[in-house]
């Protein structure tokens, strides 16, 4: 064990004397203070327990994509990137691993954990007062922050590095289903939003658009013409998003994968053979993202759909998802047979059971894999976290090399903390359950802790059944996500806004809109939750220090100036609130019906506010501002230089808007459009002031509440070149 000293806020803890190689934190540390020395990875010797303690009061966040609760105390938590589509309460792991959590408490601490396999958590489950690390191997490395819990993120965030931005129109709402078949389906489901007067920016390709099943191609019977079909739906601004798998289907002729055999770019079973796997295509094998050669062999294939006029991807199956291997088949036949004829009591019909469900993800498969770690032959089970890691990797540096100043669309499923500067992602396979709506509230801020800004769920819910009423709540939270996907599973009823009653139809139509409106502040929180290195979603007690913010476990702040408290159960028509300050409510309907009645003044404390399903509760922070702007059916149409500013103003209140042009990379050098709003309250009159680099900006209007709850419009038809309104 090694201490190094720590560097404003941080220390390393250094276990192991085995090889070094290039792991996940030497990249993102190149920028940074000396005081990082590269990971390392052998064979596990023994795993490394860690017990430290949890006072009564103390708040426990973080763990990234998992399941329960913002407080992870009560519960163990692996770290163990999994396809598992049944998010239920039982489970200890989800698709992402991210290692790094922060204990609330009178003096707060965070730690990460920099290792590539199994670590669990158990956040004083056994014992309620221990929070017990347990790696499982002597090779990693740890990182110990202190400050106050915003110092602790910015710290952590600021050594991960810049998070990935996606280009504006990423912001857009983004229709997706597994089953759209051919190409004329597409471009129906995009007339249908012009015809029913809803935004949308995307549709998003499953598995349907490929020739059975193999990346990188376009079945030519069902997607024929592909690079016209995909112009058309530009002509509508509509971009189309494919999906790409992790696995490589077996096939005689298949160019990608007799390219992978060739030059022994797939990861290989103990024999030194390529692996042999199945998922969608059936028997595939894993290219080897680990390898950097194969990376870059991997990126440029995505240069295919490219020039083809795609603008963006998702990648989905790289935990790596296995529904079975050769020899896991082989097993489990052969247990199979040998029940047959047999009196199966109660153990032994489990055992036949288990053996059957217990087939896929096996961690027998993944220890019989190995990676060729540019020289270094590892095995996969000791890496397991990283692999969708270096997948989204490929494709990041695939898009930099095809065109290195443009930004594009891209989401992925399995994680690993760092990959965040490649990619947003999607919480996973979730299903139309209320409990999934919920569990999407509360982890968006953990999700932000590990760096995954651009993230949302499949709104809606991707198995099940999904209700009207339950589209529509779970849309009031996600018009506030910067990924707005509605997404569904084949087999389930269709979520398609239209598909539903024309009552819901029309609330569906109003809450995508009111996203359309609030993009100004939603992009430019995102953008300035990035360069600083804060939360976008946030926990109460992010801000508020009051014992009651760290018990709420339903509420978060969103940006600088809103606090969201959205209904998640069915057939309710309102909700408990706790105000750690006076705030004011406001009910969103239709952006076209902003009006004082939408508006009430409430004092700090508890709640029970009545919200009707047609309305958004939205809280404004005293104090702050909401800019927006008349919405439009497409991202690229919106007027940003005719805005709303909204606002509770007691006194004063201010906001610093940020823009850019939302498809370059430019933003990296400093090149964007900030607007300084101000407005003070003095003798019951608001003097207003605005100073800006946007020679485009041409009206204001502020709507502005005072502390007794009275409103105020004031509008400017023409910008002043003093730049300032009175």
Same mark, same amino acid.
């Given at each position: ?5 720590? @560097? ?19 990249? *993102? ?10 990971? !390392? ?7 490394? %327990? ?19 609760? *913002? ?39 965070? %730690?990460? $954990? ?17 929070? /017990? ?19 602790? $993120?910015?710290?952590? =965030? ?19 289903? &597994?089953?759209? @078949? ?27 658009? *490929? ?38 289907? %077996? ?28 998922? &969608? ?47 896991? /088949?082989?097993?489990?036949? #052969? ?10 009591? !109660? ?20 220890? #019989? ?23 989204? =990797? ?18 992925? =499923?399995? #994680? ?8 947003? !992602? &999607? ?13 999407? $509230? ?28 339950? /589209? ?25 806004? &239209? ?15 009111? +996203? ?34 760290? +018990? ?65 509760? $939205? ?25 709303? @500013? ?34 003070? =309250? %003095? ?36 910008? !002043?070149?003093? +730049?300032?309104?009175?």
């Amino acid at each position: 064990m090694k201490f190094f000293q720590s @560097v404003e806020g941080v220390q390393k803890i250094s276990f192991g004397e085995m090889i070094p190689t290039d792991t996940i934190l030497e990249e *993102m540390f190149k920028e940074t203070e000396s005081f990082y020395i590269p990971g !390392i990875i052998d064979k596990r010797t023994s795993h490394h %327990i860690w017990k430290l303690n949890l006072n009564e009061g103390d708040v426990v966040y973080g763990l990234g994509q998992s399941i329960r609760g *913002m407080n992870k105390r009560g519960f163990v938590y692996e770290s163990f990137c999994t396809d598992d589509p049944n998010h239920t309460p039982d489970k200890k792991s989800l698709y992402g691993a991210h290692n790094f959590f922060v204990v609330l408490s009178d003096n707060p601490w965070g %730690i990460y $954990i920099d290792f590539a396999g199994k670590v669990t958590f158990d956040v004083g489950f056994e014992h309620q007062d221990i929070l /017990l690390i347990d790696v499982e191997g002597v090779d990693f490395d740890a990182y110990i922050f202190n400050g106050t819990y915003k110092e602790i $993120i910015g710290r952590f =965030r600021s050594l991960i590095g810049q998070s990935y931005v996606p280009p504006k129109w990423g912001f857009g709402y983004q229709q997706s289903r &597994w089953s759209y @078949v051919d190409k004329n389906e597409v471009l129906s489901i995009a007339e249908k939003f012009d015809e029913h007067d809803l935004p949308c920016d995307a549709i998003y390709l499953d598995i349907d658009y *490929m020739e059975r099943f193999k990346d990188f191609t376009v079945s030519d019977d069902r997607f024929s013409d592909f690079k016209t079909f995909v112009s058309d739906l530009k002509l509508k601004d509509i971009k189309l998003i494919p999906i790409i798998d992790a696995g490589v289907k %077996i096939e005689s002729g298949y160019d990608v994968y007799e390219e992978g055999v060739k030059n022994s770019y797939f990861c290989k079973d103990e024999n030194g053979k390529p692996f042999v796997a199945a998922v &969608w295509p059936g028997k595939v094998h894993f290219p080897d993202f680990l390898n950097s050669r194969v990376r870059e062999w991997f990126g440029q294939k995505y240069h295919r759909l490219m020039d083809m006029g795609i603008e963006g991807f998702w990648n989905d199956m790289n935990e790596p998802a296995i529904f079975y291997s050769e020899q896991g /088949l082989k097993d489990a036949i #052969s247990f199979v047979s040998d029940q047959e004829g047999k009196n199966l009591d !109660i153990y032994t019909f489990f055992d036949l059971k288990n053996k059957i469900m217990n087939i896929s993800n096996s961690e027998s498969d993944y220890k #019989s894999m190995y990676h060729n770690y540019d020289g270094m032959k590892v095995n996969h089970y000791d890496v397991h976290n990283l692999y969708g890691y270096f997948m989204t =990797r490929a494709a990041a540096e695939g898009f930099k090399s095809y065109a290195p100043e443009k930004r594009h669309l891209m989401i992925t =499923r399995a #994680s690993h903390i760092g990959m965040a500067k490649h990619s947003g !992602i &999607w919480t996973g396979d979730n299903h139309s359950w209320w409990e999934h709506l919920k569990l999407n $509230i509360q982890m968006m801020p953990s999700l932000g802790m590990a760096g995954f800004l651009y993230s949302g769920a499949d709104t809606g819910g991707f198995g099940g059944e999904a209700s009207g009423e339950l /589209l529509t709540r779970w849309l009031q939270f996600s018009i506030f996500t910067p990924l707005l996907r509605n997404h569904s599973a084949m087999g389930t009823r269709k979520q398609e806004p &239209w598909m539903f009653e024309t009552e819901t139809l029309d609330r569906i139509r109003d809450v995508i809109k009111m +996203r359309y409106a609030l993009v100004p502040y939603l992009y430019s929180e995102f953008m300035k939750a990035n360069f600083n290195h804060e939360l976008l979603f946030a926990p109460l007690s992010y801000e508020y220090d009051d014992s009651r913010s760290k +018990r709420v476990e339903d509420q978060l702040l969103l940006g600088d100036s809103l606090m969201l408290a959205p209904v998640y159960e069915q057939n309710s028509r309102g909700r408990s609130v706790y105000l750690p300050e006076k705030m004011v409510l406001w009910k969103a309907t239709a952006y076209e019906h902003l009006n004082e009645n939408q508006f009430e003044l409430l004092e700090r404390g508890y709640h029970f506010v009545d919200v009707a399903l047609n309305e958004i509760p $939205i809280y404004l922070k005293p104090g702050k501002l909401v800019v927006m702007t008349k919405p439009e059916n497409r991202i690229s149409t919106l007027d940003e230089s005719n805005l709303v @500013v909204l606002g509770f103003v007691p006194d004063h209140a201010s906001y610093i808007l940020y823009n850019d042009d939302g498809l370059t990379k430019g933003y990296e050098s400093g090149d964007s459009l900030q607007t300084i709003f101000k407005v003070d =309250r %003095i003798n019951n009159k608001y003097h207003i002031s605005v100073d800006t680099n946007d020679l485009a900006l041409k009206t204001i209007t502020f709507y502005l509440i005072d502390d007794s709850g009275n409103w105020h419009v004031i509008k400017q038809n023409t910008f !002043i070149n003093d +730049r300032r309104y009175v």
